[in-house]
């Protein structure tokens, strides 16, 4: 019996030490895989880059909008766009790559700094690609001090 036919895409094979291991990989749930949607191909290029960092609390949220909250979030620096912006390897006049955005995305999680990090591809008013990047802060006192959130 092909051992290959049987298990097919769910096995992983892995050459280690000069044994070659095959390993069941456990299915993944429709709720754990986050599947960009489909980009036309060719790739569009991207006309611009829209960095938007947003502070520690969000005011607009009932649980947020009083005193404490206000307070922390005017003594917090908020990260700077040309931070962010080093962090990406997507750059205006290049062409899409989700798996470039993959790779910024986890570029932007590895700050310590930063609690949240998006990139996607919005399309402007006037039919342009912009290459939109939202993060949002921990609150911190300097770079090395963070309380958790």
């Known amino acids: 019996m092909n051992i290959f036919a049987r298990f097919g895409p769910s096995l992983a094979t892995f050459l280690f030490g000069g044994i070659l291991c095959i390993v069941p990989l456990p299915a993944a749930s429709a709720d754990s895989v986050r599947v960009s949607p489909p980009i036309p191909s060719p790739a569009p290029i991207i006309d611009s880059v829209e960095i938007v960092t947003e502070n520690v609390f969000d005011l607009s949220d009932p649980r947020?909008?009083?005193?404490?909250?206000?307070?922390?979030?005017?003594?917090?620096?908020?990260?700077?766009?040309?931070?962010?912006?080093?962090e990406l390897l997507l750059h205006k006049g290049e062409r899409y790559d989700t798996a470039l955005a993959a790779e910024s995305i986890r570029n932007l999680r590895r700050l310590d700094y930063l609690y949240k990090s998006d990139i996607g591809l919005k399309t402007g008013d006037r039919g342009e690609n912009i290459l939109a990047v939202t993060t949002s802060d921990k609150w911190t006192i300097s770079?090395?001090?963070s309380p958790g959130r």
């Open 64 to 86: 947020y909008n009083n005193f404490l909250f206000h307070l922390a979030n005017h003594t917090h620096v908020v990260t700077r766009k040309a931070k962010v912006r080093r």
């Open 143 to 145: 770079g090395g001090i």
